[in-house]
T-cell receptor
Framework: GAVVSQHPSWVICKSGTSVKIECRSL??????MFWYRQFPKQSLMLMAT?????????EQGVEKDKFLINHASLTLSTLTVTSAHPEDSSFYIC?????????????????FGPGTRLTVL | DQQVKQNSPSLSVQEGRISILNCDYT??????FLWYKKYPAEGPTFLIS?????DKNEDGRFTVFLNKSAKHLSLHIVPSQPGDSAVYFC???????????FGTGTRLKVLA
């Protein structure tokens, strides 16, 4: 259990284009999902908290118009990097908290997707 | 301000010996702590967690110790195996917020 997938696993795009990354919880429902960004040899930095049915909550310094988040269902959240530039190149990782009442998975544990490597040329 | 710190960026251990990874935190409101293992270009994999009401939690070869007074936790892996070689992150949060704060990671290398 606790499988979270991300698609695509890697993407290369031209500067100025938009890129959409999908995050799915495959075997559990997740009202809350999270988007992180990791630069080389650095820690995971929380970008935003994605809530099904409501607007995402962005961390300080993260441009919400730049990084659009849509939590379309209890198993899917998307992150769209709009008008991407080379400085947006990074490793983007999502995670999901399982909703209560869904078996043995710990409620307070975030389960992470495999990540998406974005390279903007 | 780095609320969760892993002061050792790397650690090398012989196969079969104990690996001890350390993590310090500054926010006394944190009441739940986790350890994740991460390979390059992959997402973190959950290893073990501990709530602040406990001082020890064990799962197979992995044991996490929590010293609240020192605001310190550690992950013990025994015996260490070459497959344990990865970057280990500790994370902390305040229950109900779900906002994890990650440490900077420690790269463990287990030598065969």
């Amino acid at each position: 259990g606790a499988v979270v997938s991300q698609h695509p696993s890697w993407v290369i795009c031209k500067s100025g284009t938009s890129v959409k990354i999908e995050c799915r919880s495959l075997d559990f429902q997740a009202t809350t999902m999270f988007w992180y960004r990791q630069f080389p040899k650095q820690s995971l930095m929380l970008m935003a908290t994605s809530n099904e049915g409501s607007k995402a909550t962005y961390e300080q310094g993260v441009e919400k118009d730049k990084f659009l988040i849509n939590h379309a269902s209890l198993t899917l959240s998307t992150l769209t990097v709009t008008s991407a530039h080379p400085e947006d190149s990074s490793f983007y990782i999502c995670s999901a908290n399982r909703d209560r009442g869904q078996g043995s998975l710990a409620v307070d544990t975030q389960y992470f997707g495999p990540g998406t490597r974005l390279t903007v040329l | 301000d780095q609320q969760v710190k892993q002061n050792s960026p790397s650690l090398s251990v012989q196969e079969g010996r104990i690996s001890i990874l350390n993590c310090d935190y500054t926010n006394s409101m944190f009441d739940y702590f986790l350890w994740y293992k991460k390979y390059p270009a992959e997402g973190p994999t959950f290893l073990i967690s501990i709530s602040s009401i406990k001082d020890k939690n064990e799962d197979g070869r992995f044991t996490v110790f929590l010293n609240k007074s020192a605001k310190h936790l550690s992950l013990h892996i025994v015996p260490s195996q070459p497959g344990d070689s990865a970057v280990y992150f500790c994370a902390a949060f305040v229950s109900g917020t779900y906002k994890y704060i990650f440490g900077t990671g420690t790269r463990l290398k287990v030598l065969a």
